[in-house]
């Protein structure tokens, strides 16, 4: 059986409404004329706490039995999901512990805290930080947030699929950056059980190629090397649950460079005047770079900008690296 449905997606649409923003699906003139294909942004860099990861986050947290979660919820993340765990806790008034990795970036560490979470440091890889969270919540009797190998977390992720299809009923290819595919299976699930003619490809940088390596051999594949900027997407296997979904529908997986990525990112800010980390331009480099070119033909692309959250200091490295050109 799979791990979620349509209809768990349509239920945690009807249970974070209220927590959750309905991003803006934008137009871009620019990116159509350079690319050959009508381009359109969803825009989860404009979510609250900067990312989707909020979707999964309160649809899980709203989940969980008052009692369970007065003994509060615990996550491993570096970055975006714990962030979204951090500000839906304090939302709910329960107490948010998150499992950082040793020399962890300070200004997340900064964000995390400012939403009134306990920071915990623990090792350097996401394993590592994983299975601390989930032994410290066993012990406190809290629970487990994981970042997307959870049906809960999976569906709400999904909300932004309906929310595209929804704003355009004619899209003709939507295109989702992926690390351990939680988004990018829920996506799926809502988009091709409504509309099965709708093309999904997942996007990923070439130096943190997991999820295609993996559907290429049509089973799990792990990296034993991750090289890219792009933070949010620094995932050695996609998950257990999330990967089957992945095989069953999605259409494709696409790669792009450092470069592609770095000045996707540079004229979504120039041009679009929108702001996404590293990780959130990856799917609008498929399309800029003309990968996407070389596997569908001119209509309707979407490019999910997964996020926003980047350090100005970062910004303004990566923004001279991409030079004039990419
Ligand atoms: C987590 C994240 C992703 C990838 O999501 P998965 O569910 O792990 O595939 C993409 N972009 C951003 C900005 C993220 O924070």
């Known amino acids: ?140 009797g809290g629970a487990f947030i994981h970042p997307y190998d959870d049906p809960l977390v999976m569906a709400g992720q999904g909300t932004a699929g309906l929310e595209i299809i929804e704003d355009l009923d004619d899209a003709s290819v939507i295109l989702v950056p992926t690390g351990g595919c939680g988004l990018i299976s829920g996506i799926a699930v809502a988009v091709k059980e409504k509309r099965p003619n709708v093309k999904i490809f997942g996007v990923e940088p070439a130096g943190s190629n997991s999820t295609g390596l993996s559907f290429k051999n049509g089973k799990r594949t792990a990296l034993d090397r991750i090289e890219t900027a792009a933070d949010g997407i620094r995932t050695t296997i996609p998950g257990e649950l999330t990967f089957p979904l992945v095989q069953k529908y999605v259409d494709g997986m696409i790669e792009v460079t450092e470069g592609e990525i770095l000045y996707a990112q540079r004229v979504l800010l120039e041009r679009c005047k929108l702001l996404a980390e590293p990780t959130g331009a990856v799917a609008l480099a498929a399309i800029l770079s003309g990968a996407l070119a070389r596997l569908a033909k001119s209509g309707k692309a979407v490019a999910l900008l997964s996020g926003g959250n980047v350090a100005m200091q970062e910004l303004a490295e990566y923004l001279l690296r991409a030079g004039p050109n990419g």
């Not at 970055?79 to 998150?98: D, K, L, M, P, S």
């Not at 950082?100 to 300070?106: A, I, K, Q, R, W």
């Open 1 to 140: 059986m799979q791990a979620i449905t349509i209809n768990d997606v349509l239920d945690a649409r009807e249970r974070i409404s209220r927590v959750v923003r309905r991003t803006p699906l934008i137009r871009s003139s620019t990116f159509s004329e350079w690319s050959g294909f009508e381009v359109f942004l969803k825009a989860e860099n404009l979510q609250k706490t900067g990312s989707f990861k909020i979707r999964g986050a309160s649809n899980k947290v709203m989940s969980i039995a008052p009692h369970e979660g007065q003994r509060g919820v615990v996550t491993g993340s570096s970055g975006n999901h714990g962030q979204a765990v951090a500000c839906v806790a304090a939302r709910f008034g329960y107490g948010a512990t998150v499992v950082m990795p040793e020399g962890g970036s300070p200004v997340k560490a900064a964000s995390i805290k400012g939403y009134g979470a306990n920071l915990v440091y623990c090792g350097k890889t996401s394993q590592e930080r994983l299975s601390f969270a989930e032994k410290l919540a066993k012990e406190s």
